[in-house]
């Protein structure tokens, strides 16, 4: 999982890339990155950890630029290395080019292998850097041309921003698996991958980027360049599950409303007579809302979070993940104490954080726990950009639910159906991913 944005602003966008880069801290918290240009050159400024952590606004107020691109990175386990930060920086025919993505490119391995046996030598363990060397290779003086001839290689989750010295580009993958989004008003000309990116910025106009499109931002404003086939979209339906801040209308679907309709489809699936219930915070909380309304059994915060940690999933190792639950969430013994609660969250992966968190509860004295889960079981890994570990490490691959229910060590378990999600989305379903509760992944027109 990635953020990106690209800003091209008649003001300085120093400060707006901070701002943007703040609004999708959640969609990466290991480094940060941004290059800029000064209408010649490139700059870039990058490194590990939070955006705050990486960039001060008085640093990059004093940036002299109008068009920037900004990147926030979860590396997949064990890739966390310092040459790996995006966005990249390359040249293409002479032309200093940058990049950043989100996402994931399926067939990295043997694209890079065609281009390793014709000499060239990767700096990175990046899909943007193979994106790079294919854009170089294609191009010919028009840009378009050799984005939507690499595109034509590529399978896979990928949305990019692209700086070069005097425009910004974007393009979605043409399914549009991950989020892009294009936002516009006097001073701005935002993407990004939320639209919390482009209002903090003012702009309150903003749309999806379509599958396969691409943008190319200069002085003269924006030019759209749609895919010449049609491909059936496959927009990921995790993002409205946990990926998205709450705030994300994607694909015309608001997270928010999506996650509290999942709660009162989860009553109607599975009711359960308790005395409470809550959440755990924070994508567990409009369901577990929602569930309550539904039921009209009182809503309650029987976790305690601290708002100073990051997000759990998105950390590099199980060991940091573990370590980073405890630290995040701690049980509010005064409030579930001898209580019978339904305790909502939005996915099961791995099992281990469930497990222990699970354990942290039931040492407050908890009389029973229901754990309601707002996705299918997560049987299939997500090769589109979501870092989730291999099929034998996905607790609802290995085993079915009623042993899932015994190591977790809850009273009941019961997940939202998929029809259940589908219906969530006020959609028949056919636009999105959902490969990895039906290991059904995209074909296009070739056999992954
Ligand atoms: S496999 Fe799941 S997480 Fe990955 S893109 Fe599809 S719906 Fe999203």
């Not at 609660?341 to 004295?365: C, K």
């Not at 589109?384 to 977790?408: C, H, Q």
């Amino acid at each position: 999982m990635s953020g990106v944005v690209g800003i091209v602003s008649k003001k300085k966008v120093g400060k707006e890339l901070l701002f943007s880069l703040n609004s999708i801290q959640h969609r990466g918290q290991d480094s940060a990155g941004i290059i800029v240009s000064d209408g010649k050159n490139l700059t870039r400024m990058r490194g590990s950890g939070l955006v705050s952590e990486v960039f001060s606004e008085k640093n990059l107020n004093k940036i002299d630029s109008h068009i920037g691109i900004g990147h926030v990175r979860s590396s997949p386990e064990g890739l966390n290395q310092d040459y790996n930060i995006e966005p990249l920086f390359s040249f293409i025919k002479g032309e200093e080019f940058s990049i950043g993505n989100d996402g994931n490119i399926m067939n990295y391995k043997s694209l890079k292998q065609d281009l390793e046996n014709e000499g060239i030598s990767f700096h990175t363990h990046t899909d943007s850097e193979l994106i790079i060397f294919l854009i170089a290779r294609y191009f010919k003086g028009d840009i378009v041309e050799a984005i939507r001839k690499t595109m034509a290689k590529l399978i896979g989750g990928y949305s990019c921003v692209i700086a070069m010295p005097d425009k910004l580009i974007a393009f979605r993958d043409r399914l549009g698996i991950r989020p892009l989004m294009l936002g516009h008003n006097e001073e701005n000309i935002v993407i990004a991958s939320e639209n919390s990116a482009i209002e903090i910025l003012g702009v309150d106009d903003y749309r999806d980027l379509e599958a396969g499109e691409i943008i190319v931002v200069d002085k003269d404003g924006f030019k759209s360049y749609k895919m010449e086939e049609d491909l059936n979209p496959r927009h990921c339906i995790f993002e409205y599950v946990y990926t998205s801040r709450p705030d994300a209308n994607i694909d015309g679907i608001n997270s928010y409303m999506f996650r509290r309709r999942c709660g009162e489809i989860l009553f109607k699936e599975s009711p359960v007579d308790v005395d409470l219930i809550c959440p755990v915070p924070d994508s567990g909380t409009p369901s577990a809302i929602g569930y309550a309304q539904a039921s009209g059994i009182p809503f309650a915060e029987g976790l305690v979070r601290n708002r100073y940690m990051g997000r759990t999933f998105i950390k590099c190792t199980q060991e940091e993940r573990e370590i980073a639950v405890k630290q995040k969430l701690a049980p509010q013994k005064a409030v579930i104490k001898g209580k019978r609660i339904v305790l909502v969250d939005d996915s099961i992966v791995r099992g281990t954080t469930s497990i222990n968190l699970i354990e942290q509860i039931r040492a407050a004295g908890v009389k029973e726990i229901h754990l309601m889960i707002t996705s299918p079981p997560f049987k299939y890994p997500c090769y589109y950009g979501v870092d989730t570990p291999n099929k034998e490490n996905l607790m609802a691959s290995r085993l079915d639910v009623e042993e899932m229910r015994e190591a977790i060590g809850v009273d009941s378990l019961h997940f939202i159906s998929l029809e259940g999600l589908i219906s969530a989305s006020k959609t028949n379903g056919e636009s999105f991913c959902k490969a990895c509760f039906t290991g059904d992944y995209a074909k296009y027109g070739e056999k992954i």
